[in-house]
């Protein structure tokens, strides 16, 4: 299932617009599912949910500072985050209020 929601959001992003889009991309602090440039030179990170247990065990993972500590920060760049944050679940997995005030969310 992630794989396949993988490649929707890939698809969805290059139809759209962005010049560079990666799936399974490893990045100096984390892993993206499936991370983007767009033409402005803006990475996005979208972060695949299959599972509400997934997406509620999240807010635990990171050594040191964590995932969510990062991008909560006012410059989250300085902590090696993109500039754009999004969940990607399947419909109504997640609601809206319950995720970060710095991340959005994508319903496949």
């Known amino acids: 299932m992630t794989s396949k929601i993988q490649y929707i959001m890939a698809k969805y992003l290059v139809e759209n617009g ?3 889009v990666c799936e399974n991309f490893g990045h100096t602090v984390f892993e993206m599912d499936v991370a983007s440039l767009s033409k402005s030179g803006m990475l996005h ?4 949910k299959i599972s509400r247990g997934d997406f509620l065990k999240d807010r635990k993972k990171g050594r ?3 995932k ?5 920060k006012p410059l989250g760049l300085e902590y090696g985050c993109p500039n754009y944050f999004f969940y990607v679940c399947p419909d109504g997995l997640i609601k809206k209020d319950e995720i970060p005030i710095f991340a959005g ?4």
């Open 68 to 72: 969510f500590d990062r991008y909560e």
């Open 105 to 108: 969310l994508y319903y496949v």
């Open 45 to 48: 990170e979208f972060e695949i």
């Open 18 to 20: 962005h010049e560079i």
């Open 64 to 66: 040191g500072i964590g």
